[in-house]
Nanobody
Framework: QVQLVESGGGLVQAGGSLRLSCAAS????????MGWFRQAPGKEREFVAA????????DYAESVKGRFTISRDNGKNMVYLQMNSLKPEDTAVYYC?????????????????????WGQGTQVTVSS
């Protein structure tokens, strides 16, 4: 079992930055693909970014490429999402997720249904 706890959300002006953190429990964390998803009011949950077990590969939604960076520290059981040049359309609840069945990214890493464990979410609000 893995428990995920997100932090770092808040209110920021457009153009600003935030760093989200996800603390994971469980000794097998380091072998999982980890992802970030977000859900805005009235919209479906959408993929933001994912990272392989080693951190050697990562991928992003087109809408955040060049602005967001996902990283992980397996020694600390942490996953991060650095968000720069934030836009009002980035406003959402951000969720951290773990895929216990995969070490490497694959086509399923872009879909929320591939992930087994979820955090409670952290709110990010970007004002214009």
């Amino acid at each position: 079992q893995v428990q995920l706890v997100e932090s770092g959300g808040g209110l920021v002006q457009a153009g600003g930055s935030l760093r989200l953190s996800c603390a994971a429990s469980g000794r097998t964390f380091s072998s999982y693909v980890m992802g970030w998803f977000r859900q805005a009011p009235g919209k479906e949950r959408e993929f933001v970014a994912a990272i392989s077990w080693s951190g050697g590969s990562a991928d992003y939604a087109e809408s955040v490429k060049g602005r967001f960076t996902i990283s992980r520290d397996n020694g600390k059981n942490m996953v991060y999402l650095q968000m720069n040049s934030l836009k009002p359309e980035d406003t959402a609840v951000y969720y951290c997720a773990a895929d216990r069945n995969r070490r490497a990214l694959y086509f399923g890493s872009y879909y929320s249904t591939s992930y087994n464990y979820w955090g409670q979410g952290t709110q990010v609000t970007v004002s214009s």
